[in-house]
């Protein structure tokens, strides 16, 4: 379940008892009767934001639009431009002038409100679906150059831009299919590896240069910068088993990093490794 935030802007909009309701689901899902992963989702309530937080949101926006105009995968920026990501207010859910509404019709992916944490089978269900969790509350302004948990800066801004690409939309359904299916601890960490190297923390090579696209660089000020100026990173090359084999930690600038030669690399590599556990599902069901 997600952690309470110190000076956060209202728990109200996740703590009430929809809330509470929708979390209990998300946290039993895949038991017997808990197979509707969209009871796990609850209304933006979007009238509980205040000034502050829209402030927040505007000075988030501005603040790493500036930087990314130049440093950000050009995929990313099409997908900002493509889903009408704009600095003026917090972006709605539902609606006419929802980031849903206009990315639908690229790729038939979604955004839904989640009270908080979804334990693994669940937010692996949600994108099988084509549904990203997306978490409405958004970081105190005493906390708007780091938080250590995502809120819905980190995941509109920083994931839901590239739900309007294709090929990455393909590879993320993809990889939550592929994720639902298996219970292994050793596939499991080697998938949370993936995820955090490629959508979290991810490079890619655009035109002769490392650029931005994983959330958690796209979201954070100082981590993007750090990225690709520090000295003290390693930036290697894109290969899955390498990747699936490097351990990360969560709560410093990351050391190591992959870069992509294209997002196809990445949807090809997860299109092989989900055909392994696939494959491999289907022969311990007939055993």
């Not at 008892?17 to 933006?44: C, H, K, L, S």
């Not at 969560?250 to 392994?276: C, G, N, W």
Request: proline share 6%.
């Amino acid at each position: 379940m997600q952690n309470k935030m110190s000076g956060s802007l209202n728990h109200a909009m996740i703590d009430g008892p929809a809330g509470r309701a929708a979390q209990e689901y998300a946290n039993q899902f895949g038991q017997p009767g808990f197979q509707d992963i969209t009871r796990a989702y609850i209304d933006q309530n979007y009238a509980g934001y205040t000034e502050e937080n829209q402030e927040t949101w505007r000075t988030l926006y501005d603040r790493q639009m500036e930087y990314l105009a130049d440093h950000a995968s050009n995929v990313y920026l099409s997908g900002a431009r493509n889903i009408k990501l704009v600095r003026d207010h917090i972006p709605y859910l539902s609606g006419p002038k929802s980031v849903n509404t206009f990315l639908m019709p690229l790729t038939g992916w979604q955004s839904k409100a989640v009270p908080g944490y979804l334990p693994a089978k669940a937010f692996f269900a949600c994108l099988a679906r084509r549904e990203f969790p997306t978490t409405i509350v958004i970081r105190p302004k005493e906390s708007i150059d780091y938080l250590p948990e995502p809120d819905i800066f980190h995941d509109i801004f920083g994931h839901v831009p590239l739900h309007a690409d294709p090929t990455f939309a393909d590879f993320l359904q993809t990889y939550g299919k592929a994720a639902l299916t298996t219970d292994d601890p050793h596939h499991t960490e080697r998938l949370s590896r993936l995820f955090w190297f490629t959508v979290e923390f991810g490079l890619i090579r655009e035109g002769g240069r490392n650029r931005l696209y994983g959330s958690g660089l796209i979201s954070s000020p100082g981590e993007s910068k750090h990225a690709l100026t520090s000295k003290e990173v390693d930036r290697r090359p894109f290969d899955l088993e390498a990747v699936c084999n490097t351990s990360f930690e969560i709560d410093h600038f990351q050391p190591i990093l992959y870069v992509l030669d294209s997002f196809e690399q990445l949807r090809d590599a997860m299109d092989t490794y989900a055909k392994r556990l696939l494959d491999a599902a289907r022969d311990n069901a007939a055993v």
